[in-house]
């Protein structure tokens, strides 16, 4: 089958221009013996183009010294294909215009973007509510195998990195407070301040943190990856509910073991300040582990624990809405991978801030 044929400046295009059969397009080109001149090309005979036919036939005729003088015959979805390859080709595609807006413009442009997004958190926030409401009325529905891949996940895999960071910032505190503690010979107070601010603020916030970075970012990537390649679409065709299998047993999972995070790190933390209490300020295990059981009361373990299940159950809606609205493309991905870790850390701050002022007014 003929795909082209020169006669005189005209090149007559014919049949159907597409991938599979660019090999023989692009040989029929470079026999056609194309002239240094302008052609015109006739494809009143074409049955389709795409854009690697399109391109094929540009190189060529760019690599001959030809150039296009006109179209007869092409009609309007394959001269536009022609067109975008052209303008690709040589640079010409019309970029975006920026408006550029003025302070106060900017401003309200923001305000409106942020509150678009709180408005898309709380809606998909009333939806995952509405998830767990169907499954306190069918437990059967709870995918008891996911849940306890993602507990594996979120907590037992991350107890090395949560142990790691909380006991060398547990060294720090101690290091810090006692540097300035032993000039005035109150260096068994130290063991005070890092118990109470370790179990209220630090283990919760690094504990969070971490779990943003290192589990937040793989929810996002994992349910936007299921929905790039449409596996999202084939739960809805099969019936069954994205909230369902996939987002609640991550939210679950979440809300279950940051606590626990916290525990290990409160733990991890105060092995820490005790390692290095004994050698820096003189105060021997024995004398730390009574300190710490005579002056750290539950309260302050049960508020920062609390705060590990506001944290969790905050990350986990952050990672899985950003996943589920992820953009058809790659790129997206990452996009929104970086966007949830930031989103996290921003609103675990944001949390804890408002924790505090809420603690120090109920005086608890």
């Not at 005189?8 to 029929?28: F, P, V």
């Not at 939806?127 to 437990?139: D, Q, S, T």
């Not at 009361?297 to 986990?316: E, P, S």
Request: aromatic share 6%; proline share 4%; hydrophobic share 55%.
């Amino acid at each position: 089958m003929s795909y082209c044929r020169l006669s005189g400046t005209t090149l007559s295009l014919s049949g159907q221009w597409s991938l599979a059969r660019i090999a023989d397009i692009d040989g029929e080109l470079a026999a056609a013996a194309l002239p240094a001149a302008p052609i015109t090309l006739d494809g009143a005979r074409l049955q389709g183009l795409d854009t690697a036919s399109a391109l094929a036939l540009l190189v060529r005729l760019g690599s001959a010294g030809a150039t296009i003088a006109g179209l007869s015959g092409v009609n309007r979805s394959h001269a536009r294909v022609i067109e975008a390859v052209r303008a690709r080709m040589d640079g010409d595609a019309p970029a975006p215009r920026r408006r550029s807006r003025r302070p106060l413009a900017a401003l309200g442009f923001a305000a409106v973007k942020l509150g678009w997004k709180l408005h898309c958190h709380l809606e998909f926030l009333g939806r995952c509510v509405a998830a767990l409401g169907e499954l306190v009325r069918r437990p059967g529905r709870l995918r008891w195998k996911e849940l306890a891949a993602q507990i594996q996940h979120v907590c037992l895999e991350a107890i090395p990195v949560v142990a790691l960071v909380t006991f060398l910032i547990g060294m720090v505190l101690a290091y810090l407070f006692g540097m300035q503690a032993e000039k005035y010979g109150a260096s068994i107070f130290v063991v005070d301040a890092v118990a109470i601010g370790t179990s209220r603020e630090i283990a919760p916030l690094l504990a969070a943190v971490i779990m943003a970075g290192r589990s937040g970012s793989a929810f996002t990537a994992q349910i936007g990856t299921m929905r790039l390649t449409e596996e999202i679409d084939a739960l809805r065709t099969l019936g069954l509910s994205p909230m369902q299998v996939l987002v609640l047993p991550r939210l679950l999972a979440s809300v279950f073991a940051l606590p626990l995070l916290v525990f290990v790190g409160d733990v991890a933390a105060l092995a820490g300040a005790m390692a290095i209490s004994g050698p820096l300020l003189d105060v021997s295990p024995l004398t730390f582990i009574g300190r710490v059981d005579s002056e750290l009361a539950f309260r302050h373990v049960a508020v920062g624990l609390a705060k590990g299940a506001v944290f969790g159950a905050v990350i986990a809606l952050i990672g899985c809405r950003a996943g589920m609205t992820v953009g058809r493309d790659a790129r997206s991905i990452g996009t929104s991978t970086t966007s949830t870790v930031v989103q996290g850390i921003v609103w675990v701050i944001l949390l804890d801030a408002l924790f505090a002022v809420l603690l120090q007014e109920l005086g608890i």
